[in-house]
Nanobody, 131 residues
């Protein structure tokens, strides 16, 4: 069982930055791949980024590539999402999620990008980007 708690959301102007953090409970954090997803009003939850259990592999949605960076600290049981050059279309509730780590070479496939593949979810944190 893994419990996830996000923090760091808020209101920011377009072009600004925010850093989201997700704190995980449990002693097996390092065995989980960690993902960030987001959901805007009236839209489906969408994949943002994923990081492998060791932190050695990452993958991003095209919409955030080059602007967002996912990282993790297995000693502190945390995963972060650094968001730069924010745009109004980044406005959403952001969720961190955990799933058991599978083959690393599946990074980039639906195995890790599909919301339905994740077993544990945080409560979400609101990010609002004003124009």
């Amino acid at each position: 069982q893994v419990q996830l708690v996000e923090s760091g959301g808020g209101l920011v102007q377009a072009g600004g930055s925010l850093r989201l953090s997700c704190a995980a409970s449990g002693r097996t954090f390092s065995s989980y791949a960690m993902g960030w997803f987001r959901q805007a009003p009236g839209k489906e939850r969408e994949f943002v980024a994923v990081i492998s259990s060791s932190g050695g592999r990452t993958y991003y949605a095209d919409s955030v590539k080059g602007r967002f960076t996912i990282s993790r600290d297995n000693a502190k049981n945390t995963v972060s999402l650094q968001m730069n050059s924010l745009k109004p279309e980044d406005t959403a509730v952001y969720y961190c999620a955990a799933r058991s780590m599978g083959p690393t070479y599946y990074i980039g496939s639906a195995y890790y990008t599909g919301a339905g593949k994740y077993d544990y979810w945080g409560q979400g944190t609101q990010v609002t980007v004003s124009s």
